[in-house]
């Protein structure tokens, strides 16, 4: 999965293809399924097929994109968008919150 932010500005989208050519790629929202086509330049770098592109992405959302070279695909992915730093990202973020509790419990063995 390729996590990506809200930004408008162009974002790294870095993937190991089927074969090392494409020219654009079709992505599509999961919750309003809408796709949208966006024309790429890739370029290959090592094992990995990567192009800079500008998305309009909505926060907490998931997207599958296909990645074309004319009408043959490529690669299947899937893009996840936030704008929390990937290594504290919380699916509760501002959402729970802890409460203490003072209940003690006994345990009987028997």
Same mark, same amino acid.
């Given at each position: 999965m390729i996590i990506l932010t809200t930004s408008t500005n162009a974002q790294e989208l870095k993937?190991?293809?089927r074969q090392y050519a494409a020219d654009s790629i079709v992505l599509t929202d999961e919750q309003a399924n809408t796709?949208?086509?966006i024309s790429a330049t890739f370029t290959k770098d090592g094992y990995y097929l990567k192009a800079d592109i500008s998305?309009?992405?909505?926060e907490d959302r998931f997207?599958?994109? !296909?990645?074309l070279n004319g009408t043959k695909t490529v690669y299947k992915g899937r893009i996840f968008c936030t704008d929390q730093t990937v290594s504290d990202y919380s699916i509760n973020k !501002?959402?729970?919150t802890e409460h203490e509790s003072t209940n003690e419990y006994i345990v009987y063995n028997e």
């Open positions: 993937f190991i293809p796709s949208s086509t998305f309009a992405l909505a997207y599958t994109f !296909n990645a !501002n959402v729970y």
